[in-house]
């Protein structure tokens, strides 16, 4: 006699939710694996290919199906798992949460919390925990104290919208008889060499870089980007970023287009672009329209696109046995990407630039 189960049939509300949870990026593993479990119980198949597809035991296939017969998709969701209760409870896990989310004193020479230096705030307070227990409490809140990550409110500036909408229409049209260049520094490249020889990628796994290196000096570099056609003019800056160096370059870019061409450059706010000796530069060429960016908005500059290309292509990954091979390299890199090089595609949608 053969064994008989009870047919699983999924309500259409049910396989919307789960077919959903198999395609969501946000979905943890064990949560799609079990909402493949439950589809394919849907679909007829058997526990043990379900098992072979979803990669599972098929008994623990059978009760996951088991659990969804008996409570649905609450059925697949994690149930206490048997144990020793808290020792750490409630209003002893919310003391946790506000000192690790409060400020540290100023005098204080280390800026951040560390996971110690929680429980020892702790323990000051008659509250007894390790510092592994304050890290795995604080992975279950969410809350990271370890990493900070870069923020700054930008400044209620009136022109704001009207600098950004004057700087996206000279990359959606340019105007009459000129050419749109934008242009910027790419500061304190790091030329890193390797000490041991990078292994290449074979079958199963991934290439093998050593982190030791040899530090050989920084280089910075002037790039101009033709927006509208996507060449990049760059040259490596001979010392220091000032406003001396920058206006030579500003001569370089004025050498090779037509003179017959008026010349709209984006620049940001940098001390190098707005001092005095640039402004009457600027002021003896007469060609030049300079259109700034709003502070805190050198995403909306186009040459930051390529730069990320360059970090990306060269930079990091790569080995240098000197500055001048640092040099050479993004030179010969840029060389070549002009060969080929095509405008972005400008969509401004008040996000940062990503190439």
Known sequence: MGFTVERLVLADEDRDELERRVRAHTSSAREVRRARTILLCDKGVSLAKIGVEVGMDQHRVGEWRKRFLADGLEGLEERPRPGRPRRIG?????????????????????????????????FAEGIEISASQVGRILKAMHIDVTKVRGWLNRRDDPDFWDRVRDVCG???????????????????????QRKHKTQPPRVGRRARREWEYIRHGTASLFAALNVHTGEVLAEPIPG??????????LDEIDKTIDPALAIHTVLDNGSSHRSKHTKAWFAAHPRWVVHFTPPHASWVNQVELFFSILQRKVIRNGNFTSRDDLITKMLTYIAKYDETAKPFRWTYAADPLVA
Request: hydrophobic share 40%; aromatic share 6%.
């Open 170 to 192: 000279l990359y959606l049209n340019c105007p009459d008889n000129a050419i749109v260049v934008s242009v910027d520094e790419k500061t304190s490249v790091q030329a890193k």
């Open 240 to 249: 220091k970023n000032d406003s001396q160096n920058f206006c030579a370059f």
């Open 90 to 122: 409630h209003d002893e896990r919310m003391k946790l949460a506000a000192v690790a989310t409060s400020e540290k004193d100023e005098d204080d020479p280390v800026p951040m919390w560390t996971h110690l230096e929680l429980a020892d705030a702790l």
